[in-house]
């Protein structure tokens, strides 16, 4: 069987990066034909390449991530919250500053003896 | 439930790729895509591994492209126009193309255009068309030589270094 026509389908195997037998690749691209056929198999998938390059633009558009939206929302949130709290930390620090109001007032007046001698010397 | 958001990702550009080639138009095929993701939220099973994936979306797709050509055919009407592509050259090519591709049997065009738009293996062809791996190689082969004769020209230019055309304003 030595003058068998080669499996010349083996070709579209070895362009298609399936697996193959390398004999019977050998055989097939010992011939002319063989040769011809594989050099045109890589020729026309170059057309249809670059033709479908042409259409290439027209790719559906990827649905847009949620991520941004999502880290937007989450900026605005703490943002609000950095802010509450910073205006709650101000507003006690503004109260300790300030004396208490008195709850009762002692009055000094010149002239009075102010030491309690409390049956001393 | 399967995680629609991933495969997308993952398939789309191939997808559109093989869609737009099976109904020879960008706009059809993008439209065609979204359809292929709409109808795989539906579904209710996970698959088993990337494979299975691949070969179940690309069934969904050969469905809505034969769903397709089956609509046009019944309302008679013409071919969509080509999709733009830039120079008039080109645009003679990607006429030459689709008519090529119309003029293969609806199996072995959809063989073909799977492994060679969408890089799918013999293997995942064969589990979306329910062929053997053997038959899938057989008639992808089959394609490539109608095809290598229907576009003798273009080939020829290519193996020739020219571009498409290039050879009319010399």
Known sequence: ?121 | MVNVEALFVQHQERVFRYLCRAVGHAETARDLTQDVFVRATGAPTALADDASARAWLFTIARNLALDHHRRSRRRDRPLDPPASASGRATQEVTAAVREALARLGDLDRDVFLMRETAGLSYADIARVCALSPEAVRSRIHRARLELRSLLAAPIRHRLRGELPGSTRNK
Do not use: C, Y
């Not at chain 1, 890589?42 to 290439?56: T, Y």
């Not at chain 1, 949620?66 to 109260?95: D, I, K, N, S």
């Open chain 1, 1 to 121: 069987m030595t003058n068998a026509t080669p499996d010349l389908e083996v070709i579209s195997a070895f362009v298609d990066d399936e697996p193959f037998d390398p004999d019977a690749l050998g055989r097939a691209l010992a011939t002319d034909d063989g040769r011809q056929i594989l050099l045109e198999f890589i020729a026309l998938r170059h057309v249809i390449a670059d033709d479908g390059a042409a259409v290439a633009p027209a790719v559906p558009v990827r649905p847009r991530s949620r991520w941004p939206l999502w880290a937007a929302a989450a900026a605005v949130v703490v943002a609000l919250a950095g802010g509450f709290m910073a205006g709650r930390t101000l507003e006690r620090r503004g109260q300790s500053d300030q004396a208490p109001a008195p709850t009762r007032t002692v009055e000094l007046r010149p002239g009075v003896e102010w030491q309690f001698t409390n049956g001393g010397r």
